[in-house]
C-alpha cells in the first residue's frame, strides 16, 4: 500500500475565547480534539458530521488557514508545521480548498476573470494577459462553464455556476488534494448532481484526492470510498463506506443515518435504528465528558461519562470509538447472519 | 465543451460589453427612485453653474471687489433676480460665485479626510486586535465631538481664512470613513472569499485592496455624496462665524452674515444664500440616497 | 376536482413581475389546493416559483412589481388578490399562520421569549372575542402550556429568555409554538429545518407531524428536500418553472415518478443505499423574461414531441387521486 497523500495525527485545533477591553482569554472552543485519519492518493475520503462537529475546522486547519494547536498534518510525507517558505508556497499550489457557499466564496465587488486572474497573478502562471485569459478559458471550459460569464460578476450566476467558479478558481493552481467543504449543500438536487460527477470526473482527469466534508449521508454513501463520523471535535467512527452504512456500530452514527432524510422505501429499510434521546448538540466550549454523546445516548453507560473510548478495530478497517463497541458488533453480525439482510 | 476560440468575442464577453449592462442595471436602479433623479438633476446643475460661473452669471464683474454704492440695497427685480447687496452687487451672481468655494471646500475636506480615514479603517479593521482597538478609540474621541464646534476650535486657534477652515474640518472627518470602513472590514474579513485569496496565498495587501477595498467603495461614495452636504454646511457655519472664507471673496456663510444685519427690510441678501444652501444640500442628500440603492449588489439565488 | 373543504385553493394563477430585463413571467397557470387538516407539500428547486405561490398565498407580494394577469387565490374562500390589506391581516395568526426557513431572522433578538409569546396570544385572542384583555397569569399559562407542546424543557426559564440564548432548535421549537398557539386552519412553513442539524431537524419535523395532526391543522410544506417531504406530507406537488408539474400521494410519485422532470429529479438524490448517481437534468432553470411555451420543461426533457412546444400540458389522472401534467400521459391535443 502505497503511502497516504495526507495523513493528519492527533490534529488539535482550539480558538481562544476572549472578552473584556483586554482581550483577555476566557476560555477555549475544542472544536478540533485529537483527530487521526489518513486519505490515500486518489481515494475520496469523507468527513461527516453536524454543526459544532469540527468538521470543517480539519479542512481549514489542513490548508493552513488556520495555524494547528496541536498534532501534526503530512502532506506527501512532509510535515507541514515544518515547511520553509519554499516549500510553504509549493504546499499551497498542491492542496486547495473548495467553500461551501457559492454565494460569499466569491467576492460580490469582482468579475469572474478578476477572481480567476488572481491565483495566476501570485504564482506567474501566465506571462501576459493575453495569455492569462487564454488560461482562464480553458479552466472554465474544464469546469464546463461558458468563458461568456468572464466580464460577468457574481451576482449574475447562478448558486451552481458560482459554484464551478470557485473550483476553476482552486484548479488554477494545479493541485493535487481539494479538501471540499460543503461544496454543493447549498444546491439543488439536480444542480449537486451534475457538480458531483464534474468532481468525479476532474479527479479522474487531473488525479486528485479528495477530503469531502458533508453532513449529507447519502452524498458520502455515493461518493466516498472511505469515511469517518465526527461529533464535537472527535472521531467516533471511521471505515469504508459501503462497511460503515451495513453495520453502523455507534449510537451516534446510527442516529445520524437514521434521521437522513430519504425518498424511497428501500432506503428507509435500510436504516439502523436511532438510538438518541432529545436533545440538543451540546457547545464545543464544554464538551462532556469522556464520549461527548453519552447525555444524548440512549444506551450509555457510567463508563460512558468517565472515559473517553479507545478505538476498537471490528473489521478490516472499520474503527469505532465506543465503550460498547465490541457488544453492538456482536449484536450486529448475529442479526447479519441470520436474517442475511443489513442493519434494520 | 468545444474549445475553438472566435476570433472577436461576442458581445457578451466583452469586458466593454459587460461594463456597459452594469451600468444599464445601475442606471435603472437609480432612476426607479424619482426623487433621486431630482437629487441628481441638482447638484449637476449647481457644480455646472459653479464651474462656469464666469459664462453663467449675469454680471461676472460683481463677483470679487466690487462697490456701487448708487445701486446697493435694490430688492430683486428684472435687473438684479436677487437684488443687489449693500455693495452694490448682484446677489445671484455672488451666489455662484460663492457657490465655487463651497463646492471647492467640499472637494479638498473630502479629498483629505476620505483617503486617510479610508486607510487608517482598512489597517486597523484588517489588523484587529490591539492596534484596531487603539485606533478605534482614539477615532470614537474624534467623533464624540461635535463637528461644527472641533472645525470651530481649530479656526480660532490661527488666523481665519478659508484653508484653515479646510484643514480644520477635514481634520475630524476623517474619522467617519475610518469607522465606515472599519467595520465593513471586520465583517468582510471573515468572508470565505477572503479565506479562499489566503488559501490560494494571496498576501495581506492584496487582500486588502483587491478584495476588502472594492466592497467599501458604495458605502464610500454614497458616505461622500451625503458628507458633501454637509460639509459645505459646516464650512458655511464657520464662514457665518467670520472664521472661514473673509471678504471680498465671500461664500454662501460670510454673505449671509453679512446679510443678516439688514434683516428684515433687506430680506434678499439673507433669505437667497440660505436658499441656496439649504438646495444645494438637498440635492446632495437625495443624490445619495439613489446612490446607494442603485449601489447595492444584487442578492442572487 | 375539489371535494371536502379547501382551506387554500389557488386556481390557475398567473403571477408576473416587472423587471430590468422586461417582463418576468414567474407563475403560469398554477393550480394547487390544501383541504383542512391535510399535509402537503410543495417542492420545486430554487426559482421554480414556489416561493412566489406560498406569498401570493399569503397575500404578501408587493403589486406592483407584482401582476395578476389571470386567476384567484382562495383562502378560507376569500379571495386574497382582490381583499384589502386590513382584510389579510385580520386572517394572519387565526387562519393561517408561518413558520419561516431561518428561525433566529423570524424572531426579534430584542424582546424576550416571553415578551413574543404574549404578543402573539394577545393578538389572536383579540381576534377571537374582540377582546385583547388577559390577565399576565392567564398569558403566562398559556405560554406554557404551547412551550411545554413543543418539548422545550423547563419552559418557566425559557420565558425569560432571549432568542440568541436558545439553540436552533429551541429557537425553531418556539417557532412553531408561536405559530400553532392560535389554532390556524392552515400553517404554511417554508423550508422547516433547513437551518438546522439532521439531528435535530429530524426531530423537530416529527414533532411537527404530531402538533398539526392532533389539532388538525392543515399544513402546507414548501421545500426543495425531498426527504423532508417525503417524512412530513401525505400530498405533494412538484413545480418546475412556475407550472405544476405533477401532483400525489407522496410515497407514490417517490416511488414511480411519471413526469421527466419528477424522474430527473428524483434521479438526482443521492441514496443511502449507494447507488450511482445520475447525472442530473440537462439544461438549466428558465429565464423567466424568455420562458419556453408549452411546458416549460421541453428544452430538456429528452421525451419533448412537438405539442409540448404548442401548448401547455393539461393535468391529467394517471391513477386514483394522482395528476400529471405530461403529454406522454395525456395521449395528445389532437386526440
Redesign the interface.
Known amino acids: 500500500m502505497s503511502e497516504p497523500i495526507l495523513q493528519v495525527k492527533n490534529l488539535v485545533k482550539y480558538f481562544p475565547v476572549r472578552s473584556g477591553l483586554l482581550h483577555k482569554v476566557v476560555g477555549q472552543v475544542r472544536a478540533v480534539d485529537d483527530v487521526s485519519f489518513d486519505v490515500q492518493e486518489g481515494e475520496i475520503f469523507g468527513l461527516v458530521g453536524e454543526s459544532g462537529s469540527g468538521k470543517s475546522t480539519v479542512a481549514k486547519t489542513i490548508v493552513q488557514l488556520y495555524g494547528l494547536t496541536g498534532g501534526t498534518v503530512y502532506f506527501e510525507g512532509k510535515n507541514m508545521s515544518a515547511m520553509t517558505k519554499q516549500t510553504a508556497k509549493w504546499f499551497r499550489r498542491e492542496v486547495q480548498m473548495v467553500f461551501q457557499d457559492p454565494k460569499s466564496s466569491l467576492n460580490p465587488r469582482r468579475s469572474i476573470i478578476s477572481t480567476l486572474e488572481d491565483p495566476l497573478i501570485i504564482y506567474g502562471i501566465g506571462k501576459s494577459r493575453m495569455e492569462r485569459e487564454r488560461i482562464i478559458r480553458t479552466l472554465l471550459e474544464q469546469v464546463e462553464m461558458s468563458s461568456r460569464y468572464m466580464y460577468k460578476y457574481p451576482s449574475a450566476l447562478s448558486g451552481g455556476q458560482r459554484q464551478r467558479v470557485a473550483i476553476a478558481r482552486a484548479l488554477a493552481v494545479n493541485p493535487s488534494f481539494l479538501a471540499l467543504d460543503e461544496p454543493t449543500s447549498a444546491l439543488d438536487v439536480s444542480v449537486q448532481a451534475k457538480l458531483i460527477h464534474l468532481f468525479l470526473r476532474l479527479k479522474e482527469e487531473l488525479a486528485l484526492s479528495y477530503l469531502f466534508i458533508t453532513h449529507n449521508l447519502s452524498l458520502v454513501r455515493t461518493i466516498a470510498a472511505r469515511a469517518a463520523v465526527m461529533y464535537l471535535g472527535k472521531i467516533y467512527e471511521l471505515g469504508p463506506t459501503d462497511l460503515l452504512f451495513h453495520h453502523p456500530i455507534h449510537p451516534y452514527t446510527k442516529t445520524l443515518i437514521a434521521a437522513a432524510p430519504v425518498v424511497t422505501k428501500e432506503e428507509e429499510r435500510v436504516k439502523p435504528q436511532e438510538m438518541s434521546k432529545e436533545g440538543e448538540i451540546p457547545s464545543p466550549v464544554n464538551p462532556p465528558s469522556g464520549c461527548a454523546f453519552h447525555p444524548r445516548c440512549s444506551v450509555a453507560q457510567s463508563r460512558c461519562s468517565e472515559a473517553l473510548p479507545s478505538p476498537v478495530e471490528i473489521e478490516a478497517g472499520h474503527f469505532v470509538w465506543c465503550h460498547q463497541a465490541q457488544d453492538f458488533a456482536a449484536s450486529e453480525s448475529i442479526k447479519a447472519e441470520t436474517t442475511g439482510s443489513i442493519g434494520r | 465543451m468545444s474549445s475553438n476560440q472566435r476570433v472577436a468575442p461576442t458581445p457578451d464577453e466583452t469586458r466593454w460589453a459587460a461594463f456597459k449592462d452594469r451600468l444599464g442595471r445601475g442606471w435603472y436602479k437609480f432612476r426607479r427612485n424619482r426623487i433621486s433623479l431630482v437629487g441628481g438633476a441638482m447638484v449637476l446643475l449647481f457644480v455646472f453653474l459653479a464651474s462656469f460661473a464666469h459664462y453663467v452669471t449675469p454680471y461676472p464683474r460683481h463677483a470679487g471687489a466690487y462697490t456701487d454704492f448708487l445701486n446697493a440695497f435694490n430688492p430683486p427685480s428684472t435687473a438684479h433676480w436677487f437684488g443687489t447687496d449693500s455693495l452694490g452687487a448682484d446677489v445671484l451672481t455672488r451666489i455662484i460665485f460663492g457657490s465655487q468655494i463651497s463646492f471647492m471646500l467640499a472637494g479638498v475636506v473630502l479629498g483629505i479626510s476620505v483617503p486617510f480615514g479610508v486607510f487608517l479603517g482598512l489597517l486597523s479593521g484588517y489588523i484587529g486586535g490591539k492596534t484596531e482597538t487603539v485606533i478605534m478609540r482614539i477615532t470614537d474621541i474624534f467623533l464624540a465631538l461635535p463637528a461644527l464646534v472641533m472645525a470651530l476650535a481649530i479656526c480660532a486657534a490661527f488666523t481665519p481664512s478659508i484653508d484653515k477652515a479646510m484643514l480644520a474640518v477635514a481634520s475630524i472627518w476623517w474619522t467617519w470613513h475610518c469607522r465606515l470602513v472599519n467595520g465593513i472590514t471586520r465583517s468582510i474579513k471573515t468572508e470565505e472569499f477572503v479565506q479562499a485569496s489566503r488559501v490560494l496565498g494571496a498576501s495581506h495587501l492584496r487582500i486588502i485592496f483587491k478584495d476588502i477595498l472594492p466592497n467599501c467603495a458604495s458605502p464610500i461614495i454614497v458616505k461622500i455624496t451625503l458628507d458633501a452636504g454637509f460639509v459645505i454646511l459646516v464650512g458655511a457655519a464657520l464662514s457665518f462665524l467670520g472664521l472661514g472664507a473673509q471678504p471680498p471673496a465671500e461664500d454662501l456663510g460670510t454673505m449671509i452674515s453679512i446679510g443678516s444685519k439688514y434683516l428684515p427690510e433687506r430680506w434678499w441678501m439673507t433669505v437667497f444664500p440660505s436658499l441656496a444652501i439649504f438646495f444645494i444640500i438637498l440635492g446632495f442628500n437625495l443624490l445619495g440616497d439613489g446612490l446607494r440603492d442603485a449601489l447595492a449588489v444584487e442578492e442572487g439565488g | 376536482m375539489v371535494e371536502g373543504k379547501a382551506i387554500l385553493d389557488i386556481r390557475d394563477l398567473y403571477v408576473w413581475f416587472r423587471v430590468?430585463e422586461g417582463l418576468s413571467k414567474v407563475l403560469d397557470g398554477v393550480s394547487l389546493h390544501v383541504q383542512e387538516g391535510e399535509r402537503v407539500g410543495l417542492v420545486g428547486?430554487?426559482g421554480c416559483g414556489k416561493t412566489v405561490a406560498m406569498k401570493a398565498a399569503m397575500g404578501i407580494l408587493k403589486s406592483p412589481p407584482a401582476q395578476f394577469p389571470h386567476g384567484e387565490v382562495l383562502l378560507a374562500s376569500h379571495d386574497v388578490l382582490r381583499m384589502p390589506p386590513s382584510e389579510i391581516l385580520k386572517m394572519k395568526g387565526r387562519t393561517i399562520s408561518m413558520i419561516f426557513q431561518d428561525p433566529l431572522s423570524s424572531l426579534n433578538p430584542v424582546f424576550t421569549v416571553g415578551q413574543q409569546m404574549f404578543d402573539v396570544i394577545r393578538y389572536g385572542r383579540r381576534r377571537a372575542s374582540g377582546d385583547g384583555r388577559l390577565t399576565k397569569a392567564k398569558l403566562r399559562k398559556t405560554a406554557v402550556e404551547e412551550l411545554t407542546s413543543v418539548?422545550l424543557p423547563d419552559p418557566e426559564r425559557i420565558l425569560k429568555l432571549y432568542p440568541l440564548e436558545l439553540?436552533?432548535?429551541?429557537r425553531q421549537r418556539m417557532l412553531i409554538a408561536m405559530a400553532l398557539v392560535n389554532r390556524p386552519r392552515l400553517l404554511v412553513a417554508d423550508e422547516p429545518g433547513t437551518a438546522l442539524?439532521?439531528?435535530?431537524?429530524?426531530?423537530i419535523l416529527a414533532l411537527l407531524k404530531a402538533l398539526v395532526n392532533e389539532a388538525g391543522i392543515a399544513v402546507l410544506l414548501i421545500t426543495?428536500?425531498?426527504?423532508?417531504v417525503?417524512?412530513m406530507a401525505e400530498r405533494v406537488y412538484i413545480m418546475y418553472a412556475g407550472q405544476v408539474a405533477g401532483e400525489g400521494p407522496v410515497?407514490e410519485i417517490?416511488?414511480d415518478p411519471k413526469h421527466p422532470y419528477t424522474q430527473?429529479?428524483?434521479?438526482?438524490?443521492?441514496?443511502?443505499?449507494?447507488?450511482?448517481?445520475?447525472?442530473?437534468?440537462p439544461g438549466?432553470?428558465p429565464d423567466y423574461t424568455e420562458a419556453p411555451s408549452g411546458c416549460r420543461f421541453h428544452p430538456r426533457c429528452s421525451h419533448a414531441m412537438d405539442q409540448c412546444v404548442k401548448q401547455k400540458p393539461p393535468m391529467v389522472e394517471v391513477s386514483a387521486k394522482r395528476h400529471v401534467a405530461c403529454y406522454l400521459y395525456s395521449g395528445g391535443v389532437d386526440e
Not at chain 3, 426543495?224 to 423532508?228: N, Q, T
Open positions: 430590468y428547486e430554487t418539548r439553540s436552533g432548535g429551541m442539524d439532521v439531528t435535530i431537524q429530524a426531530q426543495h428536500d425531498l426527504g423532508v417525503r417524512k410515497a417517490f416511488d430527473g429529479l428524483l434521479s438526482s438524490v443521492p441514496r443511502l443505499t449507494g447507488e450511482v448517481l445520475a447525472e442530473g437534468i438549466t432553470v
